[in-house]
């Protein structure tokens, strides 16, 4: 099992000018290092980072953390569109085998990295406990979602869709863009970013928008989010403390 961590230093600047994967959660312990242990941890120990300007400080700052990796860096510099899906084309010689996919603000507690381990079949992260539509306002209405038929996952966005739309999907679920990915799903779902990529210079779409349908794993209500401001930083710290 290897890793690709995403969109680190893409446009995350936090209030004090540091890639927003380098926020500390606690003394010493920042979002990237926090993933970078847990990924140690669970044995995977390959594991590729794309990042853009700050390339340099992060590859820096992994390696100050001696951790027993294997790291390979990849950089969006020179690219106009910086979105995931040119991330992935950038990573496509690493992105062989069997393959975590995550982004670099992403905290997520043990747990849910181990239900995605155990799972035997390409999967991703969702919730069926999540709290209801009105109660989380636009953090749900514009959150990622995942549109499930026949129990898997065939589509996977944060657009606004119509009520007849919904209506052709057997239920809609809160997701986070946390995946395991089995070798010949990833390949399926290369192809096409490759294309787009590559040949037709589609840099700019969703990557979901050409994901081959995948299993959910049902994470409930434990910590998994992405961190983007300071107020959510501090709302995922004092959940972690809970956690512990």
């Given at each position: 099992m290897k890793a690709l961590i995403l969109n680190c230093s893409v446009n995350p600047?936090?209030?004090n000018g540091h890639p927003k994967c380098?926020?500390?959660?606690?003394t010493g312990e920042t979002i990237l290092s926090r993933q970078l242990h847990l990924l140690c941890g669970a044995g995977v120990r390959r594991i590729a980072i794309v990042s853009d300007s700050f390339?340099?400080?992060i590859s820096s700052y992994c390696g100050s953390l001696n951790l027993p990796l294997e790291l390979s860096f990849f950089d969006y510099r020179g690219a106009y569109y910086?979105?995931?899906?040119?991330?992935?084309f950038c990573a496509r010689k690493f992105l062989v085998g069997n393959m975590l996919l995550l982004h670099s603000n992403l905290v997520f507690e043990t747990e849910v990295l181990n239900r995605l381990l155990a799972c035997k079949t390409s999967c991703m992260t969702v919730s069926t406990t999540a709290p209801a539509r009105e109660e989380l306002n636009w953090a749900y209405l514009d959150g990622f979602r995942a549109y499930f038929k026949e129990g898997q996952i065939v589509r996977a966005d944060n657009k606004s869709s119509t009520k007849q739309e919904e209506k052709e999907y057997d239920c809609i679920l809160p997701a986070w863009r946390f995946y395991r990915l089995r070798a010949e799903d990833l390949q399926k779902w290369m192809l096409?970013?490759?294309r787009f990529c590559n040949h037709l210079g589609l840099t700019g779409i969703p990557a979901e928008e050409v994901l081959p349908p995948v299993s959910p794993v049902d994470i409930g209500n434990l910590l998994c989010t992405e961190v983007d401001?300071?107020?959510?930083l501090e709302d995922v710290i004092r959940r972690l403390d809970e956690a512990d």
């Amino acid at each position: 099992m290897k890793a690709l961590i995403l969109n680190c230093s893409v446009n995350p600047i936090d209030i004090n000018g540091h890639p927003k994967c380098l926020m500390e959660l606690s003394t010493g312990e920042t979002i990237l290092s926090r993933q970078l242990h847990l990924l140690c941890g669970a044995g995977v120990r390959r594991i590729a980072i794309v990042s853009d300007s700050f390339s340099s400080e992060i590859s820096s700052y992994c390696g100050s953390l001696n951790l027993p990796l294997e790291l390979s860096f990849f950089d969006y510099r020179g690219a106009y569109y910086r979105h995931y899906i040119y991330g992935m084309f950038c990573a496509r010689k690493f992105l062989v085998g069997n393959m975590l996919l995550l982004h670099s603000n992403l905290v997520f507690e043990t747990e849910v990295l181990n239900r995605l381990l155990a799972c035997k079949t390409s999967c991703m992260t969702v919730s069926t406990t999540a709290p209801a539509r009105e109660e989380l306002n636009w953090a749900y209405l514009d959150g990622f979602r995942a549109y499930f038929k026949e129990g898997q996952i065939v589509r996977a966005d944060n657009k606004s869709s119509t009520k007849q739309e919904e209506k052709e999907y057997d239920c809609i679920l809160p997701a986070w863009r946390f995946y395991r990915l089995r070798a010949e799903d990833l390949q399926k779902w290369m192809l096409p970013i490759n294309r787009f990529c590559n040949h037709l210079g589609l840099t700019g779409i969703p990557a979901e928008e050409v994901l081959p349908p995948v299993s959910p794993v049902d994470i409930g209500n434990l910590l998994c989010t992405e961190v983007d401001n300071p107020e959510q930083l501090e709302d995922v710290i004092r959940r972690l403390d809970e956690a512990d």
